[in-house]
């Protein structure tokens, strides 16, 4: 694994997100991160917090939450494969998301698309019916 480096004293959080592909870009991580979606060891992070082996995050995207422990730094972002291997997951986290993923498919929660993109009128309507909510 030539992108992960176990020397590093620490890298940013925001940096790390994103090499470990929670995030797609760096701005999205930052955003997660002052949003209060990651906790280290259950307390709020900063972007610029120096992460390293051996922390522990809570990453909540969407309905999901992750628990993990960073097991390795890395400061660009490489293949899946060694995103991977940036990070493992608690069995406890990914039972619980199971049984999340499936309660939700029974349910069926599945949000059903509309069949074309709305065009210029209802747009128009959409965004009267958003500044008419606002403003009440």
């Given at each position: 694994?030539?992108?992960?480096?176990?020397?590093?004293?620490?890298?940013?959080?925001?940096?790390?997100l994103?090499?470990?592909r929670?995030?797609?870009?760096?701005s999205?991580?930052?955003?997660?991160i002052?949003?209060?979606k990651?906790?280290?060891d259950?307390?709020?992070?900063?972007?610029?917090?120096?992460?390293?082996?051996g922390?522990?995050?809570?990453?909540?995207?969407?309905?999901?939450?992750?628990?993990?422990?960073?097991?390795?730094l890395s400061?660009q972002?490489?293949?899946?494969?060694?995103?991977?291997?940036?990070?493992?997951?608690?069995?406890e986290?990914?039972?619980?998301?199971?049984r999340m993923?499936?309660?939700?498919?029974?349910?069926?929660?599945v949000?059903?698309?509309?069949?074309?993109?709305?065009?210029?009128?209802?747009?128009?309507?959409?965004?009267?019916f958003?500044?008419?909510?606002?403003?009440?």
């Open positions: 694994m030539k992108n992960v480096q176990d020397n590093l004293s620490g890298i940013r959080a925001d940096k790390w994103w090499a470990a929670f995030f797609k870009t760096r999205l991580a930052m955003q997660a002052n949003g209060g990651v906790h280290l259950g307390v709020r992070i900063k972007p610029s917090r120096k992460l390293v082996v922390d522990r995050l809570t990453i909540t995207r969407g309905r999901y939450s992750f628990a993990i422990t960073v097991e390795g400061r972002r490489g293949p899946a494969d060694t995103a991977r291997g940036l990070y493992s997951e608690s069995a986290s990914q039972q619980a998301r199971r993923q499936e309660a939700h498919k029974l349910q069926g929660d949000s059903a698309k509309p069949a074309r993109r709305p065009d210029k009128r209802a747009r128009r309507k959409i965004h009267q958003k500044s008419r909510q606002l403003n009440q």
